[in-house]
């Protein structure tokens, strides 16, 4: 199958005035039309990086340093502002954690809405639509992501409805340009959890039914569980392991996947056995040489203090980035 979005030996740095910071270091990832990807892992592992560079709105000072990302066959790292404008929020949509933050608390839901379809004409050199035309697609917009009452909705400004209602109207319009590529950045973390799972349950609902390609990122394996085919675990700014998301969640084979789920809740089972992984994610200005997991394994030894691990296929649809993955 012809990949969406291919990223391939990704190495991205960072200068700050302690020293560079190598944030992602040799991404590998590939993802076809209508699937979904979770990218989970620790916060400063580098997820919500990797998704705005994506989107072309990564850190200001962020260096690529080798590797490519394609998007639809076209190289993303040498797209010029003009073409982003006609690919960021048209073809490759996002939706973030705090939805509060990204609406206008001046502007009714409708007027957002409308300029945002306003915009994306003129992105893409269209011919504007008429205020009516306008008003039927908000509506459009709005049944989408099932909001019931959209006249109410329109007419409110964003303080006077709820969270998750605010989230909803986000992710209307993150699907206002028909996007090819929904990246959704923690989508349900600021939210009750009650919230969280109807949210979860939209976002599952329009994967299946508008066939979106979606990659959600998230430190809440919970949550990349209820919407992702395959999941990607992230550590220290590099993927450590890969596959269909079930086989990954009941067969981890890398020690940190292994940590990661250990230290999930159990509610039916022994209270006591909740274990959290040991030490923290390391400086990325001075990662660890080796394998970058090694002073938090249980398993490491002189190898992976020194070698970095390759990718090794353990399965149709499974890798994993450490040497003892086949011990
Ligand atoms: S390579 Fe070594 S240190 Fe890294 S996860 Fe595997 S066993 Fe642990």
């Known amino acids: ?58 850190p200001q000072r962020a260096r690529r340093t080798s590797g490519r990302m394609t998007f639809d066959s076209m190289p993303l790292d040498e797209l010029n502002e003009a073409e982003w404008r006609r690919i960021r929020g048209v073809k490759i949509s996002m939706i973030f954690q705090d ?44 049944d989408q992501v099932q909001i019931r009452d959209p006249e109410r909705v329109e007419a409110s ?13 986000l992710i209307a319009m993150a699907l206002a340009g028909e996007p090819k590529l929904l990246i959704a950045d923690e989508p349900t973390t600021a939210l009750d959890v009650t919230i969280q799972a109807q949210i979860l349950d939209l976002l599952r609902d329009l994967v299946h039914r508008l066939g979106l390609t979606v990659v959600m990122i998230s430190h809440d394996v919970g949550a990349i569980a209820a919407i992702a085919q395959r999941v990607a675990v992230m550590y220290a700014g590099v993927v450590v392991e890969q596959g269909a998301t079930n086989d990954i969640l009941t067969h981890p084979r890398h020690p940190y996947t292994q940590g990661l789920l250990g230290a999930l809740p159990d509610i039916e089972g022994d209270h006591q056995s909740l274990e959290a992984i040991p030490g923290t994610i390391p400086n990325l200005i001075h990662p660890p040489s080796g394998c970058r997991f090694h002073p938090r394994c249980p398993r490491a030894t002189a190898i992976c203090t020194s070698d970095k691990p390759a990718m090794t296929s353990i399965g149709a649809d499974h890798v994993v980035a450490c040497h003892h993955a086949l011990d």
């Open 1 to 58: 199958m012809t990949a969406l979005l291919s990223i391939e030996n990704y190495h991205l740095d960072i200068p700050t005035f302690d020293g560079t910071l190598k944030v992602l270091d040799g991404i590998n990832l590939s993802l076809a039309q209508g699937e979904t990807l979770g990218i989970v892992g620790e916060s400063g592992c580098g997820k919500t990086v990797l998704a705005r560079s994506i989107l072309g709105i990564g």
């Open 99 to 142: 939805p509060m933050t990204y609406l206008n608390p001046l502007l009714t839901v409708g007027r957002q809405l409308s300029d945002v379809l306003v915009a994306h004409a003129r992105a893409l050199s269209r011919p504007a639509l008429s205020r009516q035309e306008r008003r039927r697609r908000c509506s459009e917009l709005l």
């Open 157 to 169: 400004y964003p303080h006077q409805l709820s969270g998750g209602m605010r989230q909803r109207i």
